[in-house]
């Protein structure tokens, strides 16, 4: 089957949904949590400063506690990276049909994860091609992941795949429309006819469940890579990848 071309071009400035080929893109997500167990864990001078914050939230029906279960994962300054998913499509010599090759770092060492995620997009980006890809990454994902990077006082080089080389569905989805709401990619999917599992997400359960060590946030951040990239295809017009075309690597950096 002779392969078909999706728009593979040279582009400059930033990409957009059409000045890339779809593989050229590796698409990222990336789930948080609180970076202690509890308020209790935090010393006394950030406990303060959370208190501080609490109070803008505008949660007056929940304790101090509670708050930082449900909140300090999405600060990168009281929240640290438990997972992080990505995916490539690539097209098949043998059948010609197209394949979402995702892998997935998680665990405990918030650093170990970064790094393997930073080598994976460096080596990826390489290619001056090359984009990364996502819902919601260019405005959460990837400055959470930057500034968790400068706490962990890892490599600053690691700091150079986080530019302009990014697309983010949920910047296309507004069209240009400065004052329209970032919508989550579970009810764009919906809209637009990608399948998508229900999230019910729950912080603070999430939050108790990963520091008690039975966290799922490996396999949320993998449904979320698919998800982008199934609601990226629909944006182009593009045929949707079959379930059994979702390659899962195995990985075995990220062990604790």
Same mark, same amino acid.
């Given at each position: 089957m002779e392969k078909k071309n999706f728009g593979k071009q040279n582009f400059s400035g930033r990409p957009t949904l059409r000045s890339v080929s779809i593989e050229d893109l590796m698409f990222l997500s990336v789930e948080t949590v609180p970076e202690l167990p509890s308020?209790?864990?935090?010393?006394?001078?950030?406990?303060?400063?959370?208190? @501080?914050?609490?109070?803008?939230?505008?949660?007056?029906?929940?304790? /101090?506690? #509670?708050? =930082?279960?449900?909140?300090?994962?999405? /600060?990168?300054?009281?929240?640290?990276?438990?997972?992080?998913?990505?995916?490539? &499509?690539?097209?098949?010599?043998?059948?010609?049909? =197209?394949?979402l090759i995702t892998s997935v770092y998680d665990g405990t060492d918030e650093s170990q994860i970064l790094s393997n995620l930073s080598e994976l997009a460096d080596n990826f980006l390489q290619n001056s091609k090359n984009c990364l890809a996502g819902h919601g990454i260019r405005r959460q994902d990837l400055p959470f992941c930057a500034r968790r990077i400068v706490v962990n006082n890892?490599?600053?080089?690691?700091?150079?795949?986080?530019g302009d080389r990014c697309i983010d /569905?949920?910047?296309y989805w507004t069209f240009g429309d400065v004052n329209a709401e970032r919508q989550?990619?579970?009810?764009?999917?919906?809209?637009?006819?990608? @399948?998508?599992e229900n999230d019910d997400y729950n912080y603070m359960s999430a939050a108790q469940n990963f520091h008690n060590n039975s966290d799922t946030l490996a396999e949320r951040a993998h449904r979320k890579v698919i998800t982008a990239a199934q609601?990226?295809?629909?944006?182009?017009?593009?045929?949707? &990848?079959?379930? #059994?075309? &979702?390659?899962?690597?195995?990985?075995?950096?990220?062990?604790?």
């Open positions: 308020f209790d864990y935090l010393s006394a001078d950030m406990q303060s400063i959370w208190k @501080e914050k609490a109070q803008k939230l505008g949660e007056n029906n929940i304790s /101090t506690e #509670e708050a =930082y279960l449900k909140y300090a994962g999405i /600060t990168a300054e009281f929240g640290k990276v438990a997972a992080v998913a990505a995916g490539v &499509i690539r097209q098949s010599d043998k059948d010609g049909a =197209y394949y890892l490599n600053p080089s690691k700091l150079q795949w986080i /569905t949920a910047d989550p990619a579970n009810l764009i999917a919906r809209i637009v006819g990608v @399948e998508a609601i990226f295809l629909r944006f182009r017009g593009l045929q949707q &990848i079959d379930a #059994e075309h &979702i390659l899962r690597k195995s990985n075995d950096k990220q062990k604790d």
